[in-house]
């Protein structure tokens, strides 16, 4: 089994900050791209950024500035920095890696609250 494990949410009043992390347990031989995504309610699920093993980043247009993901390839584990937070931000956060085990899987963490309010 795999599993992905999502903590660092919370209640945060605008601009300020959060940082997640998603933690990768289990058997498997390799990571390959991890990735953080938002739903809001009544939303789809997007798109927030993700990182490859060797640390390329791609962002959505809506974080870029004020977010940074980064990644520990040692303990399997992807990090997402959020600055300058707006109640836009507001949503689910889910993980996503993609692990090879005895083939190429996508997972998903459980999904973490980010709540951004006065």
């Known amino acids: 089994q795999v599993q992905l494990v999502e903590s660092g949410g919370g209640l945060v009043q605008p601009g300020g900050s959060l940082r997640l992390s998603c933690a990768a347990s289990?058997?498997?031989?390799?990571?390959?791209?991890m990735g953080w995504y938002r739903q809001a309610p009544g939303k789809e699920r997007e798109l927030v950024a993700s990182?490859?093993?060797?640390?390329?980043?791609n962002y959505a247009d809506f974080v870029k500035g004020r977010f940074t993901i980064s990644r520990d390839n040692v303990k399997n584990t992807v990090y997402l920095e959020m600055n300058n937070l707006k109640p836009e931000d507001t949503a689910v956060y889910f993980c996503?890696?993609?692990?090879?085990?005895?083939?190429?899987?996508?997972?998903w963490g459980q999904g973490t609250q980010v709540t951004v309010s006065s």
């Open positions: 996503k890696a993609t692990i090879f085990r005895s083939d190429w899987r996508e997972y």
């Open positions: 289990g058997i498997f031989f390799r990571i390959d791209t």
């Open positions: 990182i490859t093993p060797g640390g390329s980043t």
